[in-house]
Every structure is written in structure tokens, then in C-alpha cells.
């Protein structure tokens, strides 16, 4: 079965006001995991402690690309200590990607560090890498062409595949093997854009993605709204009420 973790980015705001309250709450509605954006100033050990505390795993860490780059044994020593294997890449500015043979190389050298300390790079895609192309094939297809699987693994965000014009389904099924995590998100189409939702009120496949997940033989589904329409506490207690509504159905999910 896929465990199911929460992308803390959700409850950033929660998250400056009552760090350690907000964690708390989302251990009680069911999550198994955590994946951070940020440390909030927290020590290695304070972050082990709250861990431990309330029975959570580290799903991984968005760990960002400039950041990597300036710095990146510290980062892995501070991941390493809080038992978190997964490190990812979450997200490159518009200058970043004006050069991708540049991330290309600077991905496998960080996968090749990542590797030398025993954890795992991966890249967490938007919507650019599947509207963008390099020759004949979408950026994302590139990138994984380009960056061996022994250096780069996928986490895959199921919602912007959706968004940027493909079946991500599809695409958890082409990357299977490469895949430990799936973010699992759903929006609706506005006139500004893309409005993430709660799982089950939007557009995405929700349950077919989780199908298809566990079949791949991924270890997380994330929950993630990027933004929330009502206060995100409620939200992601929506969408974990949907979960194992979803679970109870027969999905292979473990709540």
C-alpha cells in the first residue's frame, strides 16, 4: 500500500504562527508523513524530537535549487540527521531555466553528491517543463533522458501534468520504477489560472492517480493545495477525510 504524507507548503502560513501545533494537528487527522519546505529555524534535533513525538515520518524536503547549488553538503548533513532519504529539487526560476543544459549538469552533480552520502535527488515538475520543449520532446522528458536514473529520480506532480496538457497517468505509468513519490493534488480551471482544490472537488483522477501509483510501486502519495479557499487546516482535513473515504472503498492507500 502507498502511505500518505501532507507537503507542509500547505500550511505555511499555520506553520509561522504555531510551528509545533501545526505539525501536531496534522499528525492527528491521519497523516503518516511530512514532506518540509522549510525548517523554520528548527534545529536537526528539534525537528527529530517533533517526529518522534507524534509518530511521523519525513516524506522529504523541497530543498531549493540556489540553495543546492551554494551549499549543498550542509544540506544533506541537516537531511541525513533528520532521517530524511529524499532531497528535491522543487522549483526554477524563469532565469534558472533559460539554460537547461546548465540545471542538466548541475542535476547530475548533485545527484552524484547525493549519491557519495547515501540520500536521493529528485525534481518535483510545474506546469513549464510539459509546455516547454527542447527539440521534439517536453523539457521533463528531457531532463530524465538527459540525467541518468542512478542520479535523478521523479517526483511527479500529477495536478500541473494535468494542467500542462498531459495524461499523468500516463506519466506515473511510463516513470514507474523512477518514481517514489507522487504529489497528489487537485485544482479547477479559473480564469486566472489553476485553483487548487481539495481532493475529490476539482478536474484531476484523484482516485485513478492513486491507482495508478500504487501499481508503479511509488512509497508516498503528498497531498498539496498551493492555496487554499478556506483556511488550510480545513482543507487538508477535506482531503484526508477523502482519503480514507477512498481507502475504505478498497484503494490501496495506508490511513
Known amino acids: 500500500m502507498v502511505k500518505v504524507g501532507l507537503q507542509l507548503y500547505t500550511v505555511r502560513d499555520d506553520l509561522e504562527k504555531d510551528f509545533e501545533g501545526t505539525i501536531a494537528k496534522v499528525a492527528s487527522l491521519g ?5 518540509f519546505a522549510g525548517f523554520y529555524g528548527r534545529t536537526a534535533s528539534q525537528i527529530n524530537e517533533l517526529l518522534k513525538k507524534h509518530n511521523l515520518e519525513v516524506v ?3 530543498t531549493q535549487y540556489t540553495e543546492l547549488l551554494q551549499d549543498a553538503q550542509s544540506l544533506i548533513d541537516y537531511n541525513k540527521e533528520i532521517g530524511n532519504r529524499y532531497i528535491i529539487v522543487p522549483f526554477l526560476s ?3 531555466r533559460s539554460n537547461w543544459p546548465d540545471v542538466f549538469a ?3 552533480k548533485l545527484g552524484e553528491l547525493c549519491n557519495q552520502n547515501d540520500v536521493v535527488l529528485l ?6 517543463e510539459f509546455t516547454e520543449k527542447i527539440g521534439e520532446h517536453t523539457v521533463f522528458d528531457a531532463m530524465y533522458t538527459e540525467v541518468p536514473a542512478s542520479l535523478l529520480q521523479v517526483e511527479l506532480d500529477s495536478c500541473w501534468v494535468q494542467y500542462g496538457g498531459y495524461d499523468p497517468i500516463e506519466y506515473i505509468q511510463k516513470y514507474a520504477g523512477r518514481l517514489p513519490i507522487v504529489h497528489w493534488k487537485d485544482f479547477k480551471r479559473t480564469d486566472q489560472g489553476a485553483q487548487t482544490v481539495e481532493l475529490g472537488e476539482g478536474e484531476v483522477p484523484v482516485a485513478a492517480i492513486a491507482d495508478a501509483t500504487e501499481k508503479a510501486g511509488a ?3 503528498v497531498v498539496e493545495q498551493d492555496s487554499c479557499l478556506q483556511p488550510p487546516l480545513q482543507s487538508i482535513e477535506q482531503s484526508i477525510n477523502w482519503v480514507k473515504s477512498y481507502g475504505a472503498k478498497g484503494g490501496k492507500v495506508s490511513v
Open 31 to 35: 497523516y503518516q508523513g511530512v514532506e
Open 60 to 62: 522529504g524536503s523541497h
Open 94 to 96: 524563469e532565469e534558472q
Open 106 to 108: 548541475n542535476l547530475r
Open 123 to 128: 525534481y518535483h515538475n510545474h506546469e513549464f
Open 219 to 221: 512509497e508516498w502519495l
